[in-house]
């Protein structure tokens, strides 16, 4: 009762202090505000709102990009598979008539079907690629020959598309789809002799002119091939560059002159490095043509700059006291650098160098340019090799209209996407983990 | 280099000059073309603390930093004039400056360990100039400077964490550790203790009356008392001239120079 009794008294005596006590006080009392008081707390909160509404709106566009991409590319990562019961016949085995077997175990399922066009359109049931992975099947195990066995086939990538859309929406809504080929696959489904399956051949499968048969590999490993070399010479000549600009050059009209050189090349169009690797790498040179080596080169060309800047960004923010404390110790100029300052200036030239890679990665333009564009079935094993990358295929996917590809082009930008978030996240651990505060 | 050819001149000096370290002629230093340092002639004695006052802006960082050459740094400094150490010219063509700092410490006014291990900041210095034969001898050395300095019960069981994770005063004394592990016969100075607190100040100026017996030391001080605590030769700088320089006693007691007194007296700064 007593202490409640003084702790009252105590916050009269501080409330009457404040009274008289200096102004700033007066606008914590009861009393009414100053107008420049209510001026500044309005200015405060209007920049506050301004500040949520922007944020509000970016997260708003990348949602629903983000939901827009996975919404319509989500379903390429299955593919519709038709069971079919295969009798590998000794003799067709022989001549090689695979695409007859599979015609065969067709017109078994659908005995009832005699017109000669209406054969055709039930062989379109399945993926063109059908005879060629029985053959495989066959290659990989000779004592199939002369035996029956169920085995799934991926459907055409026109009924794939038209048997998902079907399954999400419960309508007759589909794809461009003749009728017969709806009455087939429902009766197929309902004896459960269609079914969803994962889609290994899009991971598994460069591109391909069916859209079911069509995959990311070759052109994920294109991307990382291209990276490479990307990587292989733009690194050691930014660092080089900016080490030397950073700690060695005597300030000149010289390396003024390069400094905004160097400035302005950050800022050129992606696409007139692509130029000028066609008319250097490809025209003067005589590179190959489509190939990782260039395409490497050119981003590299591309990256260069703003590595560069990285760089001497990172050199600059190690304190000159640290350069000072070596050099006292007798270390010399060069010692000063690779003992000490590069060292320290490490984790920063690293996430520098990982975000543009990042970039790198995701350029479409001047790859272009150097003939990246082409059709790239085959998963390039030299960097000679013809070879596409993500990007590039995204682009090339895109501009394909047939239903099939529209859902793959979403799937790859996906998995571009994902590549992103990776590398970005490795630079933000790069960053947390060896930064070294001053 | 410096050490042979020193020596040789050693033995051709007169006995009074044999405990004369360093010594400067008509040393002038200008940055661009504005003049921070005129004609200073000061000796430097053997083992013995010199101490450098002066108000902010007088050259005695400037002057320093002739003593090792670290103005080479700065760009845009020039200096004439002749610095001795040992009797030898450190500005001729050919001296070597790795050589020279190695014989010359130097301390920062703010601490500034490598972001490197403890071990690593002492034992930086005797690695690049390979004054230890292996990692046995490295181990020694480094206790042994740690040890110097107080700082190796402090520090004996977490010599690999990083220099930068001492407190300031630890900081300062593992700078003074590091400087003198390449075995300097001067180590120089400048505000050592203007970033730490008391009882750190307190901590390195027992550590300078310490190291006195082994190495020569000029050190730049703000601090009239610590000046006068911790040295046995005064300089007073003042625009760029030494006003006045001798035994730190006459110095603060009995100074010829009305300047000096005002100095001393507080009545500028
Ligand atoms: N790097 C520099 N460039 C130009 N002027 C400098 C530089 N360093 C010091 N000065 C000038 O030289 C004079 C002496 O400075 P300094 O030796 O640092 O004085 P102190 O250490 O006694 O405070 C000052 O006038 C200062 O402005
Ligand atoms: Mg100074």
């Given amino acids: 009762m007593i202490k409640l009794f003084e702790r009252r008294t105590r916050i009269a005596m501080d409330r009457a202090k404040k009274k008289k006590g200096p102004f700033i006080y007066k606008s ?12 500044r707390k309005a200015a405060e909160r209007r920049f506050r709102r301004a500040g949520f509404i922007a944020i509000a709106i970016s997260s708003l566009f990348l949602a629903s990009l983000v939901w827009n991409i996975v919404s319509s590319g989500r379903s390429a990562f299955t593919e519709a598979q038709i069971s079919l019961q295969i009798e590998f016949q000794a003799d067709l085995v022989e001549q090689g008539a695979y695409r007859k077997i599979v015609q065969n175990s067709l017109i078994a399922l659908f005995p009832e079907v ?25 290659e990989e195990n000779p004592a199939l020959v002369s035996t029956k066995k169920d085995i799934w086939i991926p459907a055409a990538s026109t009924v794939s598309v038209f048997y998902k859309q079907r399954l999400k929406e419960q309508s007759k809504r589909g794809g461009k789809i003749t009728a017969s080929h709806a009455a087939w696959i429902t009766q197929l489904a309902r004896s459960d002799r269609m079914q969803l399956k994962f889609n290994m051949a899009f991971f598994k499968n460069g591109d391909s002119r069916e859209a079911e048969q069509a995959g990311v590999l070759a052109s994920s490993i294109g991307s990382f091939m291209t990276i490479l070399i990307c990587i292989a010479m733009a690194f050691p000549l930014g660092v080089a560059t900016a080490i030397y600009l950073e700690e060695f050059a005597r300030k000149s009209w010289f390396t003024d002159f390069i400094e905004i050189n160097i400035n302005n090349l950050a800022a050129v169009p992606s696409i007139i490095f692509g130029l000028l690797g066609l008319s250097i790498y490809l025209n003067l040179f005589g590179l190959p043509r489509s190939s990782s080596l260039v395409g490497g080169m050119v981003l590299a060309l591309l990256i260069l700059p703003v590595i560069v800047i990285a760089t001497r960004n990172a050199l600059q923010a190690v304190p000159p006291s640290i350069r000072y404390a070596a050099a006292a110790l007798g270390a010399t100029p060069t010692q000063v650098v690779f003992h000490h300052t590069l060292i320290y200036a490490l984790p920063g030239i690293m996430t520098g160098v990982i975000l543009s890679i990042a970039r790198a990665f995701g350029e479409t333009a ?33 501009s394909n209209p047939e239903l099939g590809f529209v859902e793959k082009t979403a799937a790859a930008i996906m998995v571009l996407l994902i590549f992103m978030v990776l590398i970005n996240l490795l630079a933000i651990y790069i960053r947390r983990r060896f930064e070294i505060k001053w | 280099m410096v050490k042979n050819m020193s020596a040789q001149k050693k033995i051709s000096k007169t006995e ?47 002057f320093i930093r002739c003593l090792n050459r670290m103005n080479d740094y700065v760009e845009n400094c020039r200096v004439t004039g002749k610095v001795r150490l040992d009797g030898f010219n450190i500005y001729k063509d050919k001296v070597d400056v790795i050589l020279l700092r190695q014989k010359i410490g130097m301390v920062f006014q703010k601490p500034n360990p490598f972001p490197k291990s403890i071990y690593e900041n002492v034992a930086y210095g005797p690695k690049i100039h390979h004054l230890v034969e292996n990692k046995d001898e490295l181990d020694a050395l480094v ?39 390449t075995k300097p016969e001067v180590v120089l100075m400048d505000e050592p203790c203007s970033a730490l607190d008391p009882i750190a100040t307190a901590r390195i100026e027992e550590l300078i009356a310490e190291l006195r017996e082994k190495f020569t030391i000029v050190i730049i001080t703000h601090s009239m008392q610590q000046a006068e605590r911790v040295s046995d030769h005064t300089a007073f700088f003042h625009l760029g001239h030494v006003v006045e320089s001798g035994d730190t006693e006459k110095i603060f007691n009995n100074p010829e120079h009305q300047r000096t007194k005002d100095y001393i007296g507080g009545k500028f700064g």
Wanted: a positive charge.
């Fill in chain 1, 366 to 398: 001047p790859l272009l340019m150097i003939g990246m564009v082409a059709f790239v079935a085959d998963v390039p094993k030299t960097f000679v090799d013809p070879a596409t990358t993500l990007p590039v295929q995204v682009y090339l996917w895109a």
């Fill in chain 1, 114 to 138: 005699e017109d000669r066009k209406e054969k055709r359109a039930l062989f379109g049931l399945v993926s063109r690629n059908a005879p060629h992975m029985l053959k495989k099947l066959i």
């Fill in chain 2, 16 to 62: 009074s000059q044999s405990d004369i370290r360093m010594k400067t002629q008509d040393l002038s230093a200008f940055y661009n073309n504005d003049q921070a340092l005129f004609d200073v002639n000061l000796d430097i004695h053997t083992n013995k603390v010199t101490a450098l006052i002066g108000p902010s802006g007088c050259g005695k960082s400037t």
């Fill in chain 1, 28 to 39: 914590y009392s009861k009393k009414p505000k100053h107008r420049w008081v209510k001026k």
């Fill in chain 2, 143 to 181: 206790e042994k400077t740690l040890k110097r300095v107080g700082l190796w019960d402090e520090v004996a069981d977490r010599l690999s964490a990083p220099g930068t994770s001492l407190s300031g005063g630890q900081q300062q004394r593992l700078c003074i550790a590091r400087a003198i592990a």
